[in-house]
């Protein structure tokens, strides 16, 4: 897809979308909506630095938790419109994730994994503490019941997650196909490789780590006034962890299309079971998906597409 | 001395209680052709690995170009002009051929302060004379895997020249290459010294060292025994005995 055709795509996907959704009188399609594109977000997100440089990040529920929490904080003290809290939550959560990456990024493998999933529980953990944000008890959020000229609060928090999860897409997409993009493959390829090729390996995956965790704490900035009533245990719930890695998975990290797809399909199997069976079935459903995805696509859905379709051209 | 483009003085490496390199000094004059040999385990893409950046030596200083290495990330010893191949191939797997290539061209020659910044139409014209030098241009859009593993060391070639080094260190470019493709590395080793690029040629292929190089050093246990004329350095009792003679 060419730049101008992506550019056209999206947009005319969110108008679509936000026109679609004026003739939708359930508000239960707005609260499931949201959660979809919030993991649209996520998956984009985790895959700037999971799928294009390598890095696996086992700390999405601390992110989006930070942006939740720098949310209530604000809340409680000037209480500013959703869009100033999203840019101040994925500063904070940028900026906290460039000094994780700072410490952990020269780890490898494994060692980087269960550091960024020991920060994860650390910031839970001073948070449960912190009386100010309401502690263990977590706290209330009064939101508005209506917004003008959008309807309905969800129908609000609906429109600005849309909006969010295209500008995550756009700027995976652009990292994708930049010099930087490149830079991002080549450290993922072969770390000592893409050294002596002149790429400043340290520069870049801390570039890609800020990117990356500030969009998951933008993703987490409306949280509390989704749910209303916003405790850690649930801000910072390791199942945004589990989804937010098997989605790019499932999908296919090595292209922006694979999270978006893994996202999309993914959460919405999981809101439809959360209706019809029980939410109890999410993780398992997960689990399951992530199983035959190892064994019949390892390259994810997109990778599966793109293999049948080179094979068919080599063939004919 | 003042015309040397690299020196090295007193260079150690420790693997813990292992000594892997002693004391080595050693000089590289512009444009010049030196081969480096030595026993299997003598410290010698060790030697590559501190000069190029990718380990840290313990002791002694690098020197390169007027400027001082210890301490230097890889990546801005590159930028400086001191380019090496790895022993073993070590492509960026996801991209194609042509695109091994781009990885250089943008991060080390488009990242050099005060150099002309390569427009994308240079860059892809860049490319291709590279894959042209080594005999790649019909399988520039395939990805590594699909390459025997002679275009594989061609490739990690290309990739370090594309570089534009003053200094190229060649860590057993050849290895496992029949004779002809053997001599068609060292033509084109050969005419990158014509155009003022100093070559560290490490082989084990003794008559392409010889012929090559227009000195010779030899390392044994990580200690430098001999380094002078090749013919000179071959015929050494000691070299003959540690080396040669095995
Ligand atoms: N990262 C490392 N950790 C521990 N020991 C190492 C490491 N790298 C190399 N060595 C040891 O240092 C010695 C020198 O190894 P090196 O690879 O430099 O030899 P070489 O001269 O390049 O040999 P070859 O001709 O087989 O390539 C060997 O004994 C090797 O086992
Ligand atoms: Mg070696």
Redesign the pocket.
């Known amino acids: 897809m060419g730049t101008k055709a992506f550019w056209l795509a999206t947009t005319a996907a969110v108008l679509i979308v936000f026109a679609a959704s004026r003739l939708v009188t359930n508000d239960y399609v707005f609260f499931a909506g949201y959660v979809v594109l919030q993991y649209v977000v996520l998956a984009t997100a985790w895959n700037i630095l999971g799928g294009y440089a390598g890095y696996i990040n086992f700390g999405t529920s601390g992110f989006v938790g930070i942006g939740a929490y720098s949310t209530v904080v604000l809340h409680k003290l000037v209480g500013p419109p959703i869009p100033v809290l999203i840019l101040v939550g994925g500063i904070v959560s940028g900026a906290i994730g460039l000094g994780m990456g700072y410490l952990t990024l020269r780890l490898r493998g494994v060692y980087f994994g269960i550091a960024t999933l020991a920060m994860a529980i650390v910031v839970q953990t001073l948070v449960t503490n912190w009386d100010f944000v309401g502690g263990s008890r977590g706290v209330y959020i009064i939101r508005p019941a209506h917004v003008p000229f959008i309807g309905g609060y969800i129908q609000y928090l609906f429109l600005v997650m849309l909006v969010l999860a295209a500008v995550a897409v756009a700027a995976a997409r652009t990292i994708e196909r930049s010099v930087f993009g490149f830079g991002l493959a080549a450290i993922r390829d072969d770390e000592q490789a893409a050294e002596v090729s002149g790429v400043p390996t340290l520069r870049l995956k801390l570039i890609a780590i800020s990117v990356s965790c500030g969009l998951m704490g933008m993703a987490g900035a409306p949280l509390p006034y989704y749910v209303t009533y916003l405790d850690p245990a649930s801000a910072f719930n390791l199942g945004y962890t589990a989804n937010t890695i098997a989605m790019p998975l499932i999908g296919g990290t090595a292209s922006w299309v694979g999270p978006v797809i893994g996202a999309i399909g993914l959460a919405t199997i999981q809101q439809v079971s959360t209706v019809t069976i029980s939410s109890a079935l999410n993780l398992l459903i997960v689990g399951v998906l992530l199983l035959i995805c190892v064994v019949v696509a390892p390259n994810g859905i997109v990778g599966l597409v793109r293999g049948k379709r080179r094979r068919a051209g080599r063939g004919g | 001395m003042a015309d040397d483009l690299l020196s090295v003085d007193k260079l150690g490496k420790r693997?813990g209680g292992?000594v892997?390199l002693d004391g080595i000094d050693l000089t590289v004059r512009a444009g010049e052709r030196l081969g480096l040999i030595?026993p299997?385990?003598?410290?010698?893409?060790?030697?590559v690995n501190c000069l190029s950046g990718t380990l840290r030596n313990d002791s002694g200083t690098v020197r390169f170009d007027g400027n001082l290495l210890n301490g230097l990330a890889a990546h801005r010893r590159t930028r400086l002009g001191l380019a090496r191949s790895f022993?073993l191939p070590k492509p960026f797997r996801s991209l194609t051929v042509v695109e091994n290539l781009r990885v250089p061209l943008y991060y080390s020659v488009n990242a050099r302060p005060g150099a002309p910044h390569l427009a994308e139409a240079a860059v892809g014209e860049r490319c291709r004379e590279l894959l042209r030098l080594v005999g790649l241009e019909a399988k520039a859009d395939r990805q590594p895997q699909d390459l025997t593993q002679i275009e594989m060391r061609k490739l990690e070639l290309a990739r370090a020249l594309a570089a534009e080094p003053k200094l190229l260190i060649a860590d057993?470019a050849m290895a496992g290459l029949s004779n002809s493709e053997v001599d068609n590395i060292l033509a084109l080793l050969m005419r990158l010294g014509d155009r003022g690029i100093a070559v560290i040629l490490i082989e084990?292929i003794m008559r392409a060292v010889i012929s090559f190089s227009q000195r010779l050093v030899v390392?044994v246990a990580g200690r430098k025994i001999a380094d002078g004329d090749p013919h000179a350095v071959v015929r050494d009792p000691e070299v003959v005995r540690a080396y040669l003679g095995e």
């Open positions: 693997f292992f892997a030595g299997n385990g003598s410290g010698k893409s060790t030697l022993q057993e084990h390392l």
